[in-house]
Each structure stands twice: as structure tokens, then as C-alpha cells.
């Protein structure tokens, strides 16, 4: 769930700055791990601080799985106060190993009941939707891949380029729908696993990070990819050649969350942003500036930009086992990579 081109954070001395805990300018330091990248964090910064001129938002940006596992090997002493952004699977994971702390933000009751952590440890603050993007040079509209068994297709031989699932949760949520569905439907995970193992021949290449994945796309090395509907707005906008389909049987509408770290430096800081970034006024120059869904329900239609509009009508959401893929999707993922990656 990142953004094009922009995978490093403010400046390097600044983590250093944060770990010691201090500001040299008298401010507080509130520290965010994300995947959200450069353009929505930034903005984040910028509009917070004018707002709370005591207060300096720093942050890192990294992978979901890599925000999980940077704060579970901080857990004995925590850098960062908010977690901020991700699959609420992942949150689900972190809940568990005893990586958040309780906080119910003031707009907690405005997301839907099974967007909401049962003991307060996450919240689902942006809706994330996985689409099929290509290169619209490349491909005509009418010959682009339309649901998710198109990519099966002989001609996407060599074609499909893919951000690494271990550290994606996009990617993580994408397998973990189809291997999920194929335990309801079937009673067993074999029927998800030989579809991975299809797509895994139409695969030319596993990369490391979405801006990688866009220049592969931009540059046809690759025409087609499974990625998130942020970055295809955000990569249209900047003159890209590259368009998108909402998969026609259904895509996963994942509940993006925020939550507080266990032991954060600074937690009340940390629970006023938090309540900010969730607020009516942040959705919407969020929605409207950097393409974010707000998970809220109680945002009038017209306080969000067409886009948005659009999207709400035009997405159908899969019906996912959302339990399977938290109990199981470590171990799904973990056999993925032995057994299939580059293995076609």
C-alpha cells in the first residue's frame, strides 16, 4: 500500500533524531511507521503541525509485513507511537503478539462494528482496494484483464510483474482471498494453491517495492500487475500511462487501520493525532488530495471528491473469510514461497 517512486523517509539523521527521543527545537516528537508513503505522510506532517505547532510528526516508511516485524523487534523498547496503515489482518496479528494498546479514537463509532478492533487495539480509518492495473499504452481498454482468472490467460505469458507478497500486505490480502475461498468452497487450500501456481508462470518477476513496480510498468517490462486503487489515481495523475479495473467477480475491500504502538514514547501526542487523522476534516483533504477511501460511514456523499464517489459505486466486495487469512496467512504465505515462487 505505498506510493510511486518514494519508499525513503524525511532524512536520515532525522530516525536517529527520533530514537533518542528528543527535538532540538523544544517540539515533541510523534513518530509513525507506515506503508502509506511519501506523498499522504508528508501531507500527514504538514497539515498536522501547522495545527499543533508543539508537535513534530516524524516518520518511516516501509512494507506492511515490515512495519509488523520492525515493531514487534522494538517491542522490549518502542520507538514509534503510531502504527498507521495496513491490513487490519496484519493489525490482527500485532493485537495478538501484544504490539498495540487500547485507545478508542472520538470517531471510533463512526466505522462499522467489524472495522473496529473488540478491544479498541485498531481501527479501519481508510478503505484499501486491490484493482488490476496495465499500462494503457500498451493495452487497449477492451483487451485489459477484467476479473482475477483473466490473468490466467495465455497471452499474459511473461507480462505480469508482482510486488513481493511477503512483504505486501495488498499482496498478502490478494492470495489470502483466493486461498481462503478455496477452503470454504472446497474444504482445503489445494485449489488456491495450484491458481497461485498458474499465476505464478504467468509471472515474469517479483519485485521488491512499488516504485519498482510502477517504472516495470511504465517501461513495459511488465503490462499487467494486482495493486491498490491510491496509487493507480496517484500514478494517472502524474501522466502515467496506466489505467485499472475493479475485478468483475469481486475484490477484497480491506480495512486499512491505524493504532497506538504498546509502550509508545509518546502516547497522549500519539492519541491526538490519531483522533485527528480520523477526523471529517482529515478524511476529506485526504480523499480529495492523495486518493484515500475513509472507512467512516457517516461522510455525506458530498464532502467526497468524484473519484471516491465513482469508486463506491463501481467496486464489488468479495465475500472473504477475513479469520482464515489472520489464522492462517502466515503459514499460507510462508508455504507460497517454498513451494511456488519461481518454481514455473
Not at 523544544?26 to 500527514?44: E, F, K, M, N, Q
Request: hydrophobic share 40%; charged share 25%; net charge negative.
Amino acid at each position: 500500500m505505498g506510493l510511486p517512486m518514494s519508499r525513503a523517509w524525511k532524512a536520515g539523521g532525522l530516525l536517529a533524531l527520533a530514537l533518542l527521543g528528543g527535538c532540538g527545537d523544544g517540539r515533541t516528537p510523534v513518530l509513525l511507521y507506515s506503508p502509506h508513503g511519501r506523498d499522504l505522510l508528508a501531507l500527514i506532517e504538514t497539515e498536522y503541525e501547522q495545527r499543533n505547532p508543539g508537535i513534530d510528526v516524524r516518520w518511516l516508511d516501509m512494507g506492511s509485513q515490515d512495519v509488523m516485524d520492525r515493531v514487534r523487534s522494538e517491542a522490549a523498547n518502542p520507538q514509534a507511537d503510531v502504527w498507521f496503515g495496513g491490513p487490519d489482518t496484519i493489525f490482527s496479528r500485532g493485537a495478538s503478539a501484544g504490539l498495540l494498546a487500547p485507545y478508542s479514537p472520538a470517531w471510533a463509532d463512526a466505522v462499522p462494528e467489524q472495522s473496529r478492533h473488540p478491544e479498541s487495539l485498531y481501527f479501519g480509518v481508510y478503505r484499501a482496494v486491490p484493482i488490476l492495473l496495465f499500462n494503457s499504452d500498451a493495452i487497449p481498454a477492451e483487451e485489459a484483464p477484467d476479473d482475477w482468472d483473466d490473468l490466467l490467460d495465455a497471452r499474459w505469458k511473461d507480462r505480469i510483474v508482482i510486488r513481493d507478497p511477503l512483504a505486501s500486505g495488498t499482496m498478502r490480502t490478494a492470495f489470502g482471498m483466493v486461498l481462503a475461498r478455496s477452503v470454504v468452497e472446497t474444504g482445503s487450500a489445494e485449489r488456491g494453491f495450484e491458481w497461485l501456481r498458474r499465476l505464478d508462470a504467468q509471472t515474469k518477476e517479483y519485485v521488491v517495492n512499488p516504485a519498482l513496480l510502477f517504472e516495470k510498468l511504465v517501461r513495459r517490462e511488465g503490462l499487467v500487475t494486482i495493486w491498490e486503487l491510491t496509487d493507480a489515481l496517484l500514478l494517472r495523475r502524474q501522466g502515467s500511462p496506466v489505467d485499472y479495473r475493479f475485478p468483475s467477480s469481486g475484490t477484497p475491500v480491506i480495512d486499512d487501520s491505524i493504532g497506538l504502538v504498546a509502550g509508545a514514547p509518546h502516547p497522549e501526542e500519539a492519541k491526538a493525532l490519531v483522533d485527528w487523522i480520523g477526523s471529517r476534516e482529515a478524511l476529506a483533504m485526504v480523499a480529495e488530495r492523495v486518493f484515500r477511501l475513509p472507512a467512516r460511514t457517516d461522510l455525506p456523499p458530498e464532502e467526497l471528491p468524484e473519484w471516491a464517489r465513482q469508486a463506491i459505486a463501481e467496486i464489488v466486495p468479495a465475500d472473504v473469510d477475513w479469520d482464515l487469512i489472520t489464522v492462517h496467512g502466515t503459514d499460507w504465505m510462508s508455504r507460497w514461497d517454498r513451494e511456488i515462487r519461481s518454481r514455473n
